[in-house]
Every structure is written in structure tokens, then in C-alpha cells.
């Protein structure tokens, strides 16, 4: 990341106006670990988190743009609880929101009660709806730079994701 942001520092000096940016990835098959589930977090969730706040110097304020690729996967609607929702929507802060998702998610998995404690068996729907969390506290803190931040969902598209299944293919 830090390289990446060293190169777009050299070529756009006068900063960005756009930062599109996307991570998916899924285990296949009925794999579902806590291992599995930090590994899932660590890329969809906190990879794209890191290029985001990494790249947010280099964006120019009052014309910014930052769109970020969710998925339907992670809509609020997958949380069982309604307890447990209330929690994650009222995180403030990306820490808290990183104690829910690793602390709470990554843990009850390990310890056998994720389902009890309302979350869904479901590493990548967690993973994006974490994404679709920091998005919304993101562009909170982003309101004085006049920075919009968006979460679009494709749909489900033909990739080797979806083990190229999908309805969409990458160019629609």
C-alpha cells in the first residue's frame, strides 16, 4: 500500500479526485473457521479500509469522490439479532468496529456461539457489511473535506469468485 501511494504522490501531485476501490474474496465451499474468518475480514474489510485511509491525504477536498465495492452479501439484513445490529450501527469509531467484527464475530466463531449471539454463518456477507459500517463512519468524519464516499453493489457477477456463476459478467 505504501508503495502504491508513493507511486500516485508522484504521478498526481496535485492529488485525486476519484478512489474506486474494491477487495472480494471468499473461501469456496462450506469452509467456515475463525482462521477463515480473519483471513476473510483481513482482506475485504480491513484491506480496502487501508488503502482508503492511506490514499485519503492524496484526495482533493470539496471534489473527492470515493466509491467503494460492497456487496448485497453484507446487508444489515443478514445480523440475526436486532441487539447485535444496534451494537454495530452504533460504533463510532473504527476501532470499535474492529472489536465487533474480530472480537465478537471472529471469537463466537471460535468459540462455537456466533450463532447465538446473532451473527450469520457467513464470513463474506461480515466482511462487506463491515466494509458498508466503515463507509458510513467514513463519510461522517469526511463531511468538513466535502468528500463524498459510496458503496456500490454489482450484483452478483460472473468471476472466478463465483466460481463464474454469476448473473452480470465484469463488463456489465
Known amino acids: 500500500v505504501a508503495s502504491f501511494k508513493a507511486w500516485a504522490e ?8 476519484a478512489l474506486v476501490n474494491n477487495a472480494g474474496f471468499a473461501f469456496k465451499g462450506s469452509v467456515f473457521g475463525a ?10 474489510y ?8 492511506q490514499l485519503l491525504p492524496l484526495l482533493k477536498d470539496g471534489q473527492g469522490r ?9 446487508r444489515s439484513g443478514i445480523i440475526k439479532s436486532a441487539d447485535l ?11 470499535e468496529l474492529d472489536c465487533m467484527l474480530y472480537g ?13 449471539e446473532g451473527w450469520p454463518k457467513s464470513m ?24 463524498a464516499v459510496n458503496v456500490c453493489c454489482p450484483g452478483w457477477c460472473a468471476t472466478d469468485m463465483s466460481s463464474n456463476r454469476g448473473i452480470k459478467t465484469a463488463a456489465q
Open 10 to 17: 508522484e504521478q498526481y501531485p496535485q492529488g485525486i479526485t
Open 104 to 116: 465478537q464475530f471472529v471469537q463466537g466463531i471460535a468459540a462455537g456461539t456466533f450463532s447465538q
Open 66 to 74: 470515493i466509491v467503494v465495492v460492497g456487496s448485497m452479501a453484507g
Open 85 to 95: 445490529l444496534t451494537r454495530l450501527q452504533a460504533c463510532q469509531s473504527d476501532v
Open 46 to 53: 480491513k484491506g480496502t479500509r487501508e488503502v482508503t485511509e
Open 124 to 147: 463474506y456477507g461480515v466482511s462487506k457489511l463491515g466494509l458498508h459500517l466503515y463507509c458510513r463512519l467514513l463519510a461522517q468524519r469526511l463531511v468538513p473535506r466535502k468528500i
Open 35 to 44: 482462521q477463515e474468518a480473519q483471513e476473510t475480514l483481513d482482506v475485504n
